[in-house]
């Protein structure tokens, strides 16, 4: 049996109807937290290992607030 990994930006949407500025370096953090996982796997690291790996590189991208706080709505309360 192989393995599967997926990862996502949290609790945050990119929606396609951004503008390409602001939707291209999020999609573009996303494919690097998936790679770094992707290479991962692929050197044996154990799984939950990878887990970590990947959730600590995502949460030190400032696209996403990730230990920072939760999304604010559109009437800046979260």
Do not use: K, T, Y
């Given at each position: 049996?192989?393995?599967?990994?997926?990862?996502?930006?949290?609790?945050?949407?990119?929606?396609?109807?951004?503008?390409?500025?602001?939707?291209?370096?999020?999609?573009?953090?996303?494919?690097?937290?998936?790679?770094?996982?992707?290479e991962?796997?692929?050197?044996?690291?154990?799984?939950?290992?990878?887990?970590?790996?990947?959730?600590?590189?995502?949460?030190n991208?400032?696209?996403?607030?990730?230990?920072r706080?939760?999304?604010?709505?559109?009437?800046?309360?979260?």
């Amino acid at each position: 049996m192989g393995w599967a990994i997926a990862v996502h930006g949290g609790a945050r949407d990119i929606f396609r109807s951004l503008p390409h500025d602001r939707r291209q370096p999020c999609e573009e953090a996303l494919h690097h937290c998936l790679q770094i996982g992707v290479e991962a796997l692929e050197s044996n690291l154990p799984p939950l290992d990878v887990v970590e790996l990947v959730v600590r590189e995502r949460e030190n991208i400032p696209h996403f607030n990730a230990g920072r706080g939760s999304v604010l709505r559109a009437s800046r309360r979260a």
